[in-house]
């Protein structure tokens, strides 16, 4: 078999912080020995996060089985999907922003037998609805635990509780034209309807002025997708929100402003 040296473009911080959690967790549970050490544990689960590798490329690169790896990426995951925030804290951190960005993105999933919920018809394929909180500088702050893709955005910032919590707070949040009839302190562009079929220069210079704030929001969906393990998932549509969790805590790592 070929192999080939490959770089994660992480920093060592990053793989420190996710070898003390899995050093840990064997502490816990008094693991015997493994094959391999939380270093190179960590090493793999970011190999498959940020690179996308599968569990053959990672099995036959740290000389291990398929199933092995696909068992150190799991525990990996679950490990730092644990230290995620839950909506009320995450909108306590915002609070004290300016304002926040919210938009939602598809994670791309494999077909199902059972479709029709994970089918989005606005991106045209299947997939989990993630809703995302970005800060006034594009950086991510929060991530949504996923959803069926069938869900409408405004639905599912609803149903994660996302839009009570942001009012409650007294946010200032930005979103698209997908969030209409919110409500709260969630700000969208004025929509033209049957009522009113043209938007007056006022209406259109505001529209404007807001999609110059909703584009910087753009940069946090760009730094989810930059992680290659949610190209298209593989895997059971419920890890969806493991998967992502995890990589939202590993980037805010990466970005020092994570702080539990």
């Known amino acids: 078999m070929l ?3 490959a770089s994660i473009p ?3 911080h990053t793989l420190i912080r996710l070898a003390e959690l899995i050093r840990a967790r064997r502490a816990e549970g008094r693991s ?7 270093a190179r544990q960590a090493l793999l689960v970011l190999a498959h996060l940020r690179n996308g590798d599968t569990y053959a490329c990672l099995g036959a690169g740290f000389a291990i089985g398929t199933t092995t790896a696909w068992r150190y990426v799991r525990e990996g995951v679950d490990l730092l999907a644990a230290l995620t925030e839950n909506v009320h804290a995450a909108v306590k951190r915002a609070a004290q ?6 938009d939602g993105t598809l994670i791309p999933i494999d077909r199902l037998a059972d479709e029709r919920p994970y089918y989005s018809g606005k991106h045209k394929q299947h997939g989990m609805n993630v809703q995302l909180l970005a800060d006034p500088a594009g950086r991510l702050v929060w991530a949504s635990p996923a959803l069926p893709g069938a869900v409408h955005d405004v639905t599912a910032a609803r149903t994660v509780g996302l839009i009570d919590a942001l009012t409650s707070a007294g946010v200032k949040t930005f ?3 997908g969030y209409q009839g919110a409500g709260g302190t969630i700000r969208t562009p004025f929509k033209r309807h049957r009522h009113r079929p043209w938007l007056s220069r006022g ?4 529209n404007r002025a807001h999609a110059r704030i909703r584009a910087i929001g753009e940069r946090a969906v760009a730094t989810l997708k ?5 190209t298209k998932l593989r895997c059971c549509p419920h890890r969806a929100t493991a998967l992502v969790q995890a990589i939202l805590v590993l980037q805010l790592v990466e970005e020092g402003r994570y702080s539990r």
């Open 3 to 5: 192999s080939y040296r």
């Open 10 to 12: 992480l920093s060592n």
């Open 32 to 38: 015997r020995w493994r094959k391999l050490d939380p």
């Open 97 to 102: 922003l300016a304002y926040t960005i919210l």
């Open 175 to 177: 979103a698209d034209k």
């Open 203 to 206: 209406q259109r210079d505001v």
């Open 226 to 230: 930059g992680w290659k393990g949610l």
